[in-house]
């Protein structure tokens, strides 16, 4: 139904897990939640047409949501999640031989327009992260900073292999289906995840078996909407799941109830959920 | 059988008159069983019973009579193994009859008096039949109640429902209680109270007042209250269903006050037990509901939990409760289920009528229309249930469970003309967002299409460009150096010419 639902490759992961074809995958009636999301799922302005359904990856989402007056939520789950069920061993390597940090930076975003840079001191994160990390550091830039050289340069200046998984697409257009596999596959062989804002990319290094740690300048995003409450709210809800040293335990039972580990659903399910089955 | 002296008839007879609906059935039958002592003496039946009733009251006395105020009524009646008196109840009070043992006037005190008789209020008409009684006697006295959920939600209007059997307006009658409290001070000391749920007279239903107060929503008391005031409420037209009053009633242990009767025992009689429903007797026991060899467990039903996790729109922990049933038996622990070896059919009839409950109570829930639709509900339900959803299960569970109920009141119907209203509203946004997302496709075909036509104009660049040419000239060349090929050239060229040849 709506192009976000391609980001990331996620509709087609969802669809190879239902059987159905994932380079092409069928339309999902409503819209999927495509980040981690402090508030209903989606940005604050986001647009719904009438009668399509929000599914969302947990339940929090959906509660907000029904706060703000909105109905017609089913909570499904990370797409990540189910990727890790169709591919238990893409990436894996003895636990003991994980090592590295695969640090992320905070992303802007395409901006459609109105901006959707991030602002902040490059050189300054860089050193903390070098004060802090006691073993390789790999950043991972998405491709809207991996493809500005001032930044990109400034980190692999610093010694840091710099990567990037990938673009998510746009109007169905330049998505990489393989977005999140290749993500997947990376975090698998890494033993921490760090970011400088608690982000999806956290709770996915999470799930994959890595530690977290999230610090440094969260830096500022252009345009940004502080509808929701912004980092200060993110400290007041996720207080386990910042700093430099984060509690393992602690930060795996709130990446599962913020994946929404919980509601995942047989193939069948969400074949009849999203309207996926053939009608006569 | 024994001669009573009294007179066939006495004052205050109807004619022509007929009451229809004379209360009775299996379920009255077998609690009169219970309470009637083996040998009862002298017992009245004041107003119309059915023939079950009759017939046990009179396996047990040898002196019966039955009082009716209709005389056709009262002649259809004469010639069985008891005494026919027709008239009024005043009538026989007149008579001054020996004092009775047992009188039972289960359908009620409203159907005892004819238009020739006193207007006497409902506590004047229970005193007249206590004074029939004897001091110690076992009295059984059915009583409406005015302020029971079907009443309060009956959509007619209050003089529109009794029909014309009343040529005074019994229900305005102000002594006429309302209440078990009331009812119990009108009548004194009654040794037991049950609710009595009926319909046309036929009495499905009798669950005893304390049990029931006590009960509270989706245990199985309440199950048996609210199977009870659905047979009611299924004949009658309403305003709304009564299951969302009863729970709220069940809540506030309030249920036993909104029955749609009683039955009131006075003096001593046999042990009964808790409650009598169509498929049997059940005894509230310590350690649960007792219903013939099946202990129950006195906790939240099945139904219930699943209404309150689908409410909460919590599909976790609805999967997680639904993974624990294992066949039918758990929606319809108090009320049996048909009997079936296979256990997925009968739970497949179970998720049947919980979906038409869910949906056509227009309970909250968390699954998109086009799932509450068909049967896709079922099956991902069965399916959590660790059953797979063949079309065979799917089909014989329909089957077993019947049609969903037509709604019959004005909130349902209300409900689900705003649910089309919505629905249409939903649809034309569907189509607004499938519009939308054509039109992003056809971006990506112009996209694709700029592309193609990119891709052939440079193809064309490339074949007038010198190299291309070059190479071309190359391969004539080398056809012109190969004799075979040339010559095959040469004769499929010349075969065009040849007659015959197309």
Redesign the interface.
């Known amino acids: 139904?709506?192009?976000h639902n391609h980001y990331y490759g996620q509709s087609h992961i969802l669809a190879r897990y239902c059987g159905l074809d994932d380079e092409h995958p069928p339309?999902i009636?409503?819209y999927l939640q495509h980040g981690w999301n402090v508030g209903c799922g989606w940005n604050p302005v986001h647009e719904f047409?009438?009668?399509?359904?929000r599914y969302t990856w947990s339940?929090a989402p959906?509660r907000r949501g029904h706060s703000l007056g909105r109905r017609?939520?089913?909570?499904v789950g990370a797409p990540f999640l189910y990727l890790m069920e169709l591919e238990p061993d893409l990436g894996a390597v003895p636990e003991a031989e994980r090592s590295g940090t695969l640090w992320f930076l905070f992303h802007g975003w395409e901006g459609g327009g109105k901006g959707g840079k991030i602002q902040g001191d490059h050189a300054r994160l860089i050193s903390e992260i070098r004060e802090t990390e006691t073993e390789p550091v790999t950043i991972s830039l998405y491709y809207t900073e991996f493809e500005r050289p001032e930044v990109r340069r400034a980190y692999e200046k610093a010694g840091f292999e710099v990567i990037c998984f990938g673009k998510r697409g746009w109007?169905?257009?330049g998505t990489d289906r393989r977005f999140l596999y290749k993500q997947l596959e990376t975090f698998r062989r890494f033993r921490r995840v760090a970011a400088n804002r608690l982000s999806t990319a956290v709770f996915f290094g999470v799930a994959a078996g890595c530690t977290p740690a999230v610090y440094g300048d969260p830096m500022a995003l252009e345009g940004d909407n502080p509808l929701f409450g912004g980092q200060a709210r993110i400290a007041r809800l996720w207080p386990e799941m910042l700093g430099k040293e984060i509690d393992l335990e602690a930060a795996r039972a709130t990446t599962d109830v913020e994946l929404g580990r919980?509601?995942l659903?047989?193939p069948?399910?969400m074949r009849?959920?999203f309207?996926w089955n053939p009608r006569d | 059988m024994t001669e009573t002296k009294l007179p066939p008839i006495v004052r205050g007879e109807i004619q022509p008159w007929t009451d229809r609906d004379a209360t009775g059935g299996p379920v009255l039958t077998a609690f009169l069983a219970d309470l009637l002592p083996a040998t009862a003496g002298r017992v009245l039946v004041a107003g119309p019973h059915d023939a079950g009733v009759l017939e046990l009251v009179a396996s047990r006395s040898a002196d019966v009579s039955v009082l009716l105020r209709s005389v056709s009524d009262a002649e259809a009646l004469r010639g069985g193994t008891w005494s026919v008196v027709t008239g009024a109840l005043d009538g026989l009070a007149d008579e001054k009859p020996e004092p009775f043992d047992v009188v039972i006037a289960a359908d009620g005190l409203d159907r005892l008096l004819g238009p020739d008789s006193p207007a006497l209020d409902w506590v004047e008409r229970a005193g007249l039949l206590r004074g029939l009684a004897a001091p110690d006697a076992l009295v059984v006295v059915g009583v409406a109640n005015d302020f029971s959920l079907t009443a309060l939600l009956d959509r007619r209007p209050v003089p529109e429902r009794h029909g014309d059997d009343e040529w005074r307006p019994l229900h305005d009658d102000p002594r006429r209680p309302a209440s078990p409290a009331q009812t119990e001070a009108a009548l004194g000391g009654a040794a037991r109270r049950y609710a009595l749920f009926a319909t046309a007279g036929r009495v499905h239903t009798l669950l005893d007042s304390g049990a029931l107060a006590r009960t509270r929503p989706g245990l199985p008391g309440s199950g048996i209250a609210l199977a009870g005031l659905a047979a009611v409420a299924g004949g009658m037209p309403l305003l709304a269903p009564v299951t969302d009053a009863a729970e709220a009633a069940a809540r506030a242990g309030m249920l036993d006050a909104v029955a749609p009767g009683w039955l009131i025992v006075l003096g001593q009689g046999g042990a009964t037990h808790t409650a009598y429903t169509p498929s049997g007797t059940a005894d509230l026991e310590e350690d649960g509901w007792r219903f013939g060899d099946r202990l129950v467990p006195d906790v939240e039903s099945a139904e219930t939990v699943l209404f309150r996790l689908a409410a909460a729109?919590?599909?976790?922990g609805f999967?997680e409760y639904a993974a624990r049933l294992t066949d039918g038996a758990f929606f319809d622990r108090v009320h049996g289920l048909v009997a079936v070896s296979d256990n997925e059919i009968p739970l497949a009839a179970a998720w049947f009528r919980f979906r038409d409950r869910l949906i056509g109570g227009h309970r909250r829930h968390?699954?998109?229309p086009?799932?509450a639709e068909g049967d896709?509900l079922v099956?991902?339900w069965l399916?959590m249930s660790g059953a797979e959803p063949t079309p065979e299960i799917l089909a014989r569970g329909r089957e077993i469970a019947g049609p969903p109920a037509e709604p019959l009141d004005l909130r349902t119907v209300l409900a689900d003309a705003e649910k089309a209203r919505r629905?249409a509203?939903?649809?034309?946004?569907?189509i607004?967002?499938?519009e939308?997302?054509i039109g992003?496709?056809d971006?990506?075909l112009r996209?694709r299409e700029q592309q193609l036509r990119e891709m052939r104009a440079e193809l064309r660049l490339l074949k007038s460009g010198r190299a291309v040419r070059m190479v071309s000239l190359v391969g004539r060349v080398a056809r012109l150096r190969d004799p075979k090929r040339l010559a095959g050239a040469v004769k499929r060229r010349a075969r065009r010419f040849l007659p015959g040849r197309s």
């Open positions: 139904m709506h192009h339309r009636r409503g047409f009438d009668g399509a359904w339940d959906r017609d939520y089913h909570v109007n169905y257009e919980r509601h659903m047989p069948a399910e009849m959920l309207d | 729109e919590d599909v976790p999967r968390p699954w998109p086009w799932m896709d099956k991902t399916a629905t509203e939903e649809r034309a946004g569907h607004f967002g499938l939308r997302t992003f496709r971006r990506q996209t």
